[in-house]
T-cell receptor
Framework: GQQLNQSPQSMFIQEGEDVSMNCTSSSIFNTWLWYKQDPGEGPVLLIALYKAGELTSNGRLTAQFGITRKDSFLNISASIPSDVGIYFCAGKAAGNKLTFGGGTRVLVKP | DTGVSQDPRHKITKRGQNVTFRCDPISEHNRLYWYRQTLGQGPEFLTYFQNEAQLEKSRLLSDRFSAERPKGSFSTLEIQRTEQGDSAMYLC?????????????FGPGTRLTVL
């Protein structure tokens, strides 16, 4: 079945830093979505991408739909403490179900 | 708040018992989805409804699992004869069919613990 490889699995951020994470797939997707999930809560939509090559921003977040339709990245600029959480990429192919990556855990540097 | 709501938020049950969860989607959304998420993993698709019709089911949805959306609004997910391996977060999402792609919005989830 389709699988999404999300990297890095975890990262430490310091306030003010820019961070980047990405997702790759062996299959083509028609839609890429990025979600953030806090402990005990459901995923919250951050950015939706519908076209190959599309670059979309939402505040300090920027995401791109890879031109090959097999990858996507998410950048967070000038990170703040509330950026801590788990970020998931999700892709949608021909059907309606979402296939999720394994998540990137963003933690604060001690 | 007009987002997706789920009830209960937490459920603890003994092995062998039946449990039922409810999902209320965003009111104008005609598509509803159920996912399961185990600790440290991303959500996995279980099933999908368009209006009241169940159009897709995952192989993860064993015979003990049944989902309904009788009037095309709220949905229920029932697990019969629960097993410890059913312990997970059960997430509901909804979307509105539109040209160019639809976007799924998730509820807060129901955390199931099977003892």
């Amino acid at each position: 079945g389709q699988q999404l490889n999300q990297s890095p699995q975890s990262m430490f951020i310091q306030e003010g830093e820019d961070v980047s994470m990405n997702c790759t797939s062996s299959s083509i997707f028609n839609t890429w979505l990025w979600y953030k999930q806090d402990p005990g809560e459901g995923p919250v939509l951050l950015i939706a991408l519908y076209k190959a090559g599309e670059l979309t921003s939402n505040g300090r977040l920027t995401a791109q739909f890879g031109i090959t339709r097999k990858d996507s990245f998410l950048n967070i600029s000038a990170s703040i403490p509330s950026d801590v959480g788990i970020y998931f990429c999700a892709g949608k192919a021909a059907g309606n179900k979402l296939t999720f990556g394994g998540g990137t855990r963003v933690l604060v540097k001690p | 708040d007009t987002g997706v709501s789920q009830d209960p938020r937490h459920k603890i049950t003994k092995r062998g018992q039946n449990v039922t969860f409810r999902c209320d989607p965003i009111s104008e959304h005609n598509r509803l989805y159920w996912y399961r998420q185990t600790l440290g993993q991303g959500p996995e698709f279980l099933t999908y409804f368009q209006n009241e019709a169940q159009l897709e089911k995952s192989r993860l949805l064993s015979d003990r699992f049944s989902a309904e959306r009788p009037k095309g609004s709220f949905s229920t997910l029932e697990i019969q004869r629960t097993e410890q391996g059913d312990s997970a977060m059960y997430l509901c999402a909804s979307s509105q069919r539109r040209l160019g792609g639809d976007t799924q919005y998730f509820g807060p989830g129901t955390r199931l613990t099977v003892l």
